[in-house]
């Protein structure tokens, strides 16, 4: 950069410097891999005694279950009798009961269908991950607002495909279709109701606030039940909605209410001087919320609908007390099967790998909910 003098426009400008001062890197400490470690986790002393303590009591409780899950476990086997030992995990119950534990009772002539909803999700995840952290979120929420009703019309048939009803679905298939239903199904509804919610009518107003308040005010067990028993009651003659719709309007409409406080909350951030702007330049109350309040309210609260779907994933279990087969159903049901029924050792080691794979997920979930609170 070419020096430049300053004007003189003040007689203060005597006493300032005539050439700018040169662009200089920031200093960087220097501090080896070590001395950074070594002070992220014995920052002081009695920090560095609480984490020995902390070692010392879960150290020998992680030996014990190595050696219980991979050294004393069995790998290999059709039946309980490969998990005599009740010492070490059966994952032989866990291999040999793949494709229920996957798809449920789906048509093995069909299992592509199934694999492409796998594959695709996926793919999709990566690139959902993958992406710079400036880049706009709503693509990603309209991926996941699209891609359920995709993995439906595959997963069901009809057509040129052969038609596979929901009740033959079942695993971490049904999971997979259930968390993302629920999440297209919630988020629009919940956006919905929070734009009621500031609405100048009181009549829309009062109602949206009824339901939000309603569904946050009963447990989701509860709201399962009800889509399960009394639902069919109240329907017109002639209506048979299957369990599995039903306990997804009871999803979509507990988790509405939740993703409407947390619209609520983005919408909130918008200062008033914003939409003055807007109706200034001509822009009407819809430009305004399409062009100026969604776009900087939906980037707000990203990381919080994340925090939902981990919430309705975990949700998703439920769905085995109501008599569907979901993973943790398809687990429950294996080991009662005829094969696998015996002792409780078999039982337990699904429920280990259950919570493994949900912790997984979860997981990334959140540290990608993580990365998007960083970069708000």
């Known amino acids: 950069m070419s020096e430049a003098p300053l004007p003189a426009a003040t007689p203060m400008a005597r006493f300032m410097p005539t050439t700018l001062i040169e662009a200089r890197i920031a200093p960087v400490p220097g501090m080896s891999a070590f001395t950074r470690w070594r002070h992220a986790w014995f920052s002081s002393r009695a920090m560095g005694v609480l984490l020995l303590l902390v070692l010392a009591g879960t150290l020998p409780l992680g030996w014990r279950f190595f050696q219980w899950a991979v050294l004393d476990a069995h790998w290999i086997g059709t039946s309980s009798q490969a998990c005599t030992d009740t010492q070490g995990a059966c994952w032989a119950f866990v291999i040999a009961r793949w494709k229920p534990w996957l798809v449920g009772d789906f048509p093995s002539d069909q299992l592509w269908r199934a694999a492409t909803c ?45 038609f596979v009803p929901p009740t033959r679905w079942g695993g971490l298939l049904l999971t997979l279709v259930a968390t993302l239903a629920t999440f297209a199904t919630a988020l629009p509804l919940g956006l919905a109701l929070a734009l009621g919610r500031r609405s100048r009518l009181p009549v829309l107003r009062w109602l949206c606030t009824g339901l939000v308040e309603g569904m946050r005010s009963v447990p989701l067990l ?55 702007a807007a109706t200034t330049v001509g822009l009407g109350r819809f430009a305004t919320l399409a062009l100026v309040v969604l776009p900087q309210a939906v980037r ?45 050792n078999i039982l337990t080691s699904g429920h280990v790998f259950l919570a493994l794979a949900y912790f997984g997920v979860c997981f990334g979930l959140s540290h990608y909910s993580r990365r998007l609170e960083v970069t708000g």
Do not use: C, Y
Request: glycine share 8%; net charge neutral; no cysteine.
């Open 118 to 162: 796998f594959v695709v999700f996926v793919l999709f995840w990566m690139w959902v991950v993958r992406r710079s952290r400036e880049a706009d979120p709503r693509h990603v929420l309209l991926g996941f607002v699209l891609m359920p009703l995709a993995f439906f019309l595959l997963l069901i048939g009809g057509g040129l495909l052969p």
């Open 222 to 276: 509860v709201v399962l039940f009800i889509a399960a028993t009394l639902l069919p009651m109240f329907l017109p003659k002639g209506w048979n909605v299957d369990l599995f719709t039903r306990a997804l309007v009871a999803f979509a409409l507990f988790n509405a209410a939740m993703a409407a406080e947390v619209f609520r909350g983005g919408l909130q951030l918008i200062g008033r001087g914003q939409l003055e």
């Open 300 to 344: 707000a609260v990203v990381p919080a609908l994340v925090n939902i779907m981990i919430a309705v994933i975990k949700e998703t279990t439920l769905l085995s007390v109501i008599g569907l087969n979901d993973f943790l159903g398809a687990v429950e049901n294996g080991a009662k099967s005829p094969d696998w029924s015996g002792d409780s």
